[in-house]
């Protein structure tokens, strides 16, 4: 019983000292409240780059045209939140489907659920997922009018990112191996 008591006091007396470090934030330092700004813009009007990778994270959706590895897929991506995205795509004539859950990307066909198809995880990666892979440049350089391009630093690929005037991106190629078209949802 005694040892309960003395680990119980040293446990307050840890607490006491861990909270009597603690520094308020004075009054006139409000908390940085995040906001979604308009998108701004680099020389000539062109979108930035951080911009168009922040509305394909957060997009509620958009139709695209993706070919790679052989594979030429076309469909829909809807998001109801991040995190909680679904797939509807069309390959060799067939339609699949897939979404997000608690047990990961469940694909469906015919409304069944099914095992992933070869080519599944990775085009539903290249969809919902904004990968923004550190670049040898150290940033994506504008390459022309609503042109940017960078070099992955792990993959030497380059990539050629296109972005429409609401900064929003329209095409992505990785070298000669993909090729993604984004639209407006149909």
């Given at each position: 019983m005694?040892?309960?008591?003395?680990?119980?006091?040293?446990?307050?007396?840890?607490?006491a000292?861990?909270?009597?470090r603690?520094?308020?934030?004075?009054?006139?330092?409000?908390?940085?409240?995040?906001?979604?700004?308009?998108?701004?813009?680099t020389?000539?009007?062109?979108p930035?780059?951080e911009?168009?990778v922040?509305?394909?994270?957060?997009?509620?959706?958009?139709?695209?045209?993706?070919?790679?590895?052989?594979?030429?897929?076309?469909?829909e991506?809807?998001?109801?939140?991040v995190?909680?995205?679904e797939?509807?795509?069309?390959?060799?004539?067939?339609?699949?489907?897939?979404?997000?859950?608690?047990?990961?990307?469940?694909?469906?066909?015919?409304?069944k659920e099914?095992?992933?198809?070869?080519?599944g995880?990775?085009?539903?990666?290249?969809?919902?997922?904004?990968?923004?892979?550190?670049?040898?440049e150290?940033?994506?350089?504008?390459a022309?009018?609503?042109?940017?391009?960078?070099?992955d630093?792990n993959?030497?690929?380059?990539?050629?990112?296109?972005?429409?005037?609401a900064?929003?991106?329209?095409?992505?190629?990785?070298?000669?191996?993909?090729?993604?078209?984004?639209s407006?949802?149909?």
């Open positions: 005694r040892c309960k008591r003395l680990t119980k006091y040293a446990f307050l007396i840890v607490l000292a861990a909270c009597s603690e520094t308020k934030t004075p009054p006139s330092e409000a908390p940085a409240t995040v906001t979604t700004a308009p998108t701004s813009t020389a000539a009007g062109t930035r780059y911009d168009a922040r509305w394909f994270r957060t997009t509620p959706g958009f139709h695209f045209v993706i070919e790679e590895a052989g594979v030429r897929a076309e469909g991506m809807a998001r109801s939140t995190g909680a995205e797939v509807r795509v069309t390959v060799n004539g067939e339609e699949w489907s897939a979404k997000t859950s608690a047990q990961g990307v469940v694909w469906k066909r015919a409304g099914v095992p992933p198809p070869d080519w995880n990775r085009l539903f990666q290249r969809v919902t997922v904004a990968f923004d892979p550190e670049k040898s150290g940033q994506a350089e504008l022309g009018p609503r042109h940017y391009r960078f070099t630093a993959s030497a690929a380059v990539h050629n990112v296109g972005v429409n005037d900064g929003q991106i329209e095409t992505i190629t990785i070298g000669n191996t993909v090729s993604m078209t984004l407006r949802q149909q």
